[in-house]
């Protein structure tokens, strides 16, 4: 159990069968009555966003969630099946359950899979990925490294703005969490 009063963002609580995400709070304390806790939570399954009040020092169930680290070993049909190396077993994943991260995971890139009561329910891919560019304008002679950028599509099929001295077949680091660009690969 927590309390109302110990929300931060990013904890997590187990509300009506549901796991949900603590995106933002405040802890408001009026003129006349008793202090509150605002806030809006996510849930974990289904990605929907809900405001909701609780009374301060409200206790909350927790969500006990587990975290282990999962290979992506291929893709059967609309299916990501993931492999623990330690156990070799294998998890399937749809790609509503991946999110938006499904368009940087490759086959044999390590991810975190958050689980809650043996479910899977979310997965956290590294902060940053090595991709190839396959799909680019190419450069020419004079683009500078200030100048402006332009659209690339990478191994795994997102598409990235780049630099415009990037070319085809140039391996580049990007951050999954804004979907930028952060440099060039050796």
Not at 62 to 81: I, N, P, R, W
Not at 93 to 112: D, H
Not at 149 to 166: D, H, N, S, Y
Request: proline share 3%; hydrophobic share 35%.
């Amino acid at each position: 159990m927590i309390s109302s009063n110990d929300f931060r963002t990013g904890t997590t609580i187990e509300l009506d069968g549901q796991v949900w995400r603590v995106v933002e709070f405040l802890h408001v304390k009026p003129g006349k009555g008793s202090a509150f806790v605002r806030t809006k939570l996510k849930s974990a399954q289904s990605g929907n966003v809900v405001e909701k009040t609780f009374r301060a020092g409200e206790m909350v169930a927790s969500a006990l969630l587990e975290k282990s680290t999962l290979q992506h070993t291929y893709m059967e049909g609309e299916d990501f099946v993931f492999m623990d190396m330690a156990s070799y077993e294998e998890t399937r994943l749809t790609a509503k359950q991946i999110g938006e991260g499904r368009k940087y995971l490759k086959e044999g890139m390590e991810v975190n899979v958050v689980s809650w009561k043996d479910n899977p329910i979310e997965v956290e891919l590294p902060n940053s990925v090595v991709l190839e560019v396959t799909e680019t304008d190419p450069g020419v002679k004079g683009d500078t490294a200030t100048g402006g950028t332009k659209p690339a599509i990478v191994e795994t099929g997102a598409q990235v703005m780049v630099p415009l001295f990037i070319s085809i077949g140039e391996k580049i680091k990007i951050d999954t969490r804004s979907d930028s660009y952060l440099g060039r690969e050796s």
